[in-house]
């Protein structure tokens, strides 16, 4: 089955950059999402179309693609930020990434 | 305030059904695709299965297909999840989403409905 896979973990000092791979065979063939869960809360989508930024999200979230990598960079990292991070493929059928936990240290 | 609200989530038997539903709200819920996502406790994110506008069109994950069936009441602002034949792997949280206005990615997101398979 197809699968997307992420770092398990990323740890980042405050005011850092941290970054978040997503890698998996035909990922090119389609756009990448990435969203952001925090305990207990239902996911948001933090950027979408590979590198767009939805309406309200913070200017430290931006995405880009290479080939069949996708990363999710997230520069001068708050606390706000400490989260678990999905990527998704969208194109049938839908299948997100393992998932990061990003830890503000 | 867009919105979406799930209920129907409960403890079931295995080889029990379950109906799921999604109440929408803030949008005009006949123009957007609707998805939904399912989380086991402590563990990652799985597409389910999505819905187009009309509701004439429907696509499931391997996991699920064949036993669930998801619908739409545009008349109501309403999502459908029936889920038949429900395995003890069925257990998570199930969530509703809507393809955000771009055309790309899911936003926004309900609060979840917790479904748990056991005997």
């Known amino acids: 089955s197809y699968e997307l896979t992420q770092p398990p973990s990323v740890s980042v000092s405050p005011g850092q950059t941290a970054t978040i791979t997503c890698s998996g065979d035909n990922l090119g063939d389609s756009y990448t999402c990435w969203y952001q869960q925090k305990p207990g809360r239902s996911p948001v989508l933090v950027i979408y179309k590979d590198d767009k930024r939805p309406s309200g999200i913070s200017e430290r979230f931006s995405g880009s693609t290479s080939g069949n990598t996708a990363t999710l960079t997230i520069s001068g990292t708050q606390a706000v930020d400490e989260a678990d991070y999905y990527c998704q493929g969208w194109n049938r059928p839908y299948v997100f990434g393992s998932g990061t936990k990003v830890t503000v240290l | ?119």
């Open chain 2, 1 to 119: 305030e867009e919105q979406l609200m799930e209920s129907g989530g409960g403890l079931v038997q295995p080889g029990g059904s379950l109906r799921l539903s999604c109440a929408a709200s803030g949008f005009t819920f006949v123009n957007f695709w609707m998805h939904w996502v399912r989380q086991v406790p402590g563990k990652g994110l799985a597409w389910v299965a999505h819905v187009n506008s009309d509701g004439s069109s429907t696509f499931y994950a391997d996991a699920v297909k064949g036993r669930f069936t998801l619908s739409r009441d545009n008349s109501k602002n309403m999502v459908y999840l029936q889920m038949n034949s429900l395995r003890v792997d069925d257990t998570a949280v199930y969530f509703c989403s809507r393809v955000h206005s771009s055309g790309w990615g899911l936003d926004p997101w309900g609060q979840g409905t917790l479904v748990t398979v056991s005997s």
